[in-house]
């Protein structure tokens, strides 16, 4: 099991680029989310899926987009890259079936000039 | 609004020392109180939980005090070491929606 990963692990964007950042997991869970985590702010809920087909906005939704055609998939769109998104993104998936628990990736550090 | 405050935002330790971060919330819907431990450049990763009809749980080294009555909860690390060092995060949960409210989170030097 690589349980979620994520890929960039490291991005610099220029102003108004768009990218997207990937991230799967192989442990079958139906719930995914996508944080971004800034000094001093704790970890902020951008989107999140209860499962294949079904996504609904966190937090701060603004200026990202997701998706999820797969249970294993959930990638996440910046539309127009800007210096506010300058962060680190974190994709999570959970077991609903089983416990609240949450599994983390590594990580993708965004810097955006 | 911020759901879930976390303090003290830093926090120093000698080793073996009792590290005590604390948390308190809003929404009297939450059901579950979980404790994350992040690393440098690494993702969170759970370190214990509990739900509200338990006033403590205790995992090795680390313990939950839950006050629901006051809407508190408390993480303590025992006999803590230099391996502790890293930023903990309190966070809660309504069971219904899946959807983690974090803490701004404490970073933990513990000193040889």
């Known amino acids: 099991n690589a349980g979620v990963t994520q890929t960039p692990k490291f991005q610099v964007l220029k102003t108004g680029q768009s990218m997207t950042l990937q991230c799967a997991q192989d442990m079958n869970h139906e719930y995914m989310s996508w944080y971004r985590q800034d000094p001093g702010m704790g970890l902020r809920l951008i989107h999140y899926s209860v499962g294949a087909g079904i996504t609904d906005q966190g937090e701060v939704p603004n200026g990202y987009n997701v998706s999820r055609s797969t249970t294993e998939d959930f990638p996440l769109r910046l539309l127009s890259a800007a210096p506010s998104q300058t962060s680190v993104y974190f994709c999570?998936?959970?077991?609903?079936?089983?416990?609240?628990?949450?599994?983390f990736g590594p990580g993708t550090r965004l810097t955006v000039t | 609004q911020q759901q879930v405050k976390q303090s003290p935002q830093s926090l120093i330790v000698q080793k073996g020392g009792i590290s005590i971060i604390n948390c308190a919330y809003e929404?009297?819907?939450?059901?579950?109180f979980p404790w994350y431990q992040q690393f440098p450049g690494k993702g969170p990763a759970l370190l214990i939980a509990?739900?509200?009809?338990?006033s403590e749980k205790k995992e090795g080294r680390f313990t939950i005090s839950f006050n629901k009555s006051a809407k508190q909860f408390s993480l303590h690390i025992m006999d803590s070491q230099p391996g502790d060092s890293a930023t903990y995060f309190c966070a809660a949960l309504v069971g219904s929606n899946y959807k983690l409210t974090f803490g701004k989170g404490t970073l933990l030097t513990v000193n040889p």
């Open positions: 999570a998936s959970t077991d609903r079936d089983r416990t609240y628990e949450q599994y």
């Open positions: 509990i739900r509200p009809d338990v």
């Open positions: 929404n009297t819907a939450f059901d579950y």
